[in-house]
T-cell receptor
């Protein structure tokens, strides 16, 4: 059983298109995140949701819109894709909000914009 | 905000040797310091973490030390094995407000047989 699963694993698309990445966790966690990993492996938080409510929004272009239909799902929709959006996007979840608890990551979605 | 620096960026060792990765952080309020291992094509996985009320923590071949005064923490891997080869990330966060882990820049560890 995969604890945090993302789809698709690979996404190749052209500039200007709109695409979505889906994430589901079966750990019963209340908090979910999107992280971006660039070509130099640098990991940076984009968004955090707690029980469907947006908690953290890190200076991300508003072309990126997360949506959490329930606390087990956090999707990421990207409009008008740009070359600089090419990266690996990781979904993660954690049990405790407002405290410090381990993040559980999915295996990532490699987005390539051509 | 928090800033985490990590060194070295790459580390090559022979099987059986020890490996040490070091990180420094800037925010004295940070109190949680996890280490993640990322294998090729996978997401980062927690391997060990330490909280600011503890100076050292060990789990089999892996240990982490924390020096709050100097604001640095280190990962020690003893008796390295080829399967330890991966990218390792340190991270830091504080408990005020909602958890926001800030990651270091990663260390690529290569263990040669």
């Amino acid at each position: 059983d995969t604890a945090v699963s993302q789809t698709p694993k690979y996404l190749v698309t052209q500039m200007g298109n709109d695409k979505s990445i889906k994430c589901e966790q079966n750990l019963g966690h209340d908090t979910m995140y999107w992280y971006k990993q660039d070509s130099k492996k640098f990991l940076k938080i984009m968004f955090s949701y707690n029980n469907k409510e947006l908690i953290i929004n890190e200076t991300v272009p508003n072309r990126f819109s997360p949506k959490s239909p329930d606390k087990a799902h956090l999707n990421l929709h990207i409009n008008s894709l740009e070359l600089g959006d090419s990266a690996v996007y990781f979904c993660a979840s954690s049990q405790v909000i407002g405290g410090n608890s381990p993040l559980h990551f999915g295996n990532g979605t490699r987005l390539t914009v051509t | 905000g928090e800033n985490v620096e990590q060194h070295p960026s790459t580390l090559s060792v022979q099987e059986g040797d020890s490996a040490v990765i070091k990180c420094t952080y800037s925010d004295s309020a940070s109190n949680y310091f996890p280490w993640y291992k990322q294998e090729l094509g996978k997401g980062p996985q927690l391997i060990i973490d330490i909280r600011s009320n503890v100076g050292e923590k060990k789990d089999q071949r892996i240990a982490v030390t924390l020096n709050k005064t100097a604001k640095h923490f280190s990962l020690h891997i003893t008796e390295t094995q080829p399967e330890d080869s991966a990218v390792y990330f340190c991270a830091a966060s504080n408990k005020s407000g909602f958890q926001k882990l800030v990651f270091g820049t990663g260390t690529r560890l290569l263990v040669s047989p």
